[in-house]
């Protein structure tokens, strides 16, 4: 499989509790996104990097939130002290340099408790 | 920022029928608008896209039209198979904004009755 991977496929936590999610692109994409989708709806933009820089941050992206990309391959999503309202459906995608075509992973769908 | 309005929000058609979904942007300068199909428990999938220079673009059963003066493009599905019942959403990439950087609409659910 060479799409986007994202692990893990469901997280359930309590309130207050930290979570990290990864995200393994594409292999030769260099840029990757953070999405994320609550129900019935589509989804939002989180951040975006460009190979290990973090290029864009969403104002939905609270401190509570942090992403990293050390080497430019695969990339992590913190959520510290975890709210209800994280609950959510947390996707990632990636494009090639020179494309503006995003391929999607199938997302982690966090449920906090 | 870029707002996208999509139409209807459920569709419900028969097998072999056409189906339609419609969208609207606010940022005059947006200038790529894809189309992404979700099924249930997984991520959306791109099926077509069109660049603001091109009025209309077509893939088997798929088309999409862009209307640039008015602000609104649209999906076109024809000869509808059950395969086809997922949520489709638009999405529109505002002027001066990062590539991947897109605008979603809220989304259309389709359901293909045999």
């Known amino acids: 499989d060479t799409g986007v991977s994202q692990d893990p496929r469901h997280k359930i936590t309590k309130r207050g509790q930290n979570v990290t999610f990864r995200c393994d692109p594409i292999s030769e994409h260099n840029r990757l996104y953070w999405y994320r989708q609550t129900l019935g709806q589509g989804p939002e933009f989180l951040t975006y990097?460009?190979?290990?820089?973090?290029?864009?941050k969403s104002r939905l992206l609270s401190d509570r939130f942090s992403a990293e990309r050390p080497k430019g391959s695969f990339s992590t999503l913190e959520i510290q002290r975890t709210e209800q309202g994280d609950s959510a459906m947390y996707l990632c995608a990636s494009s090639s340099p020179s494309g503006e075509k995003l391929f999607f992973g199938s997302g982690t769908q966090l449920s906090v408790l | 920022g870029e707002n996208v309005e999509q139409h209807p929000s459920t569709l419900s058609v028969q097998e072999g029928d056409s189906a339609v979904i419609k969208c609207t942007y606010s940022?005059?300068?947006?200038?790529?608008f894809p189309w992404y199909k979700q099924e249930l428990g997984k991520g959306p999938q791109l099926i077509i896209d069109?660049?603001?220079?091109?009025g209309e673009k077509k893939d088997q059963r798929i088309a999409v039209t862009l209307n640039k003066t008015a602000k609104h493009f649209s999906l076109h599905i024809t000869e509808t198979q059950p395969e086809d019942s997922a949520v489709y959403f638009c999405a529109a990439r505002g002027g001066g904004t990062s590539y991947g950087k897109l605008t979603f609409g809220q989304g259309t659910i389709l359901t293909v009755h045999p």
């Open positions: 069109i660049r603001s220079n091109v």
């Open positions: 940022d005059s300068a947006s200038n790529y």
């Open positions: 990097f460009q190979n290990e820089a973090q290029l864009e």
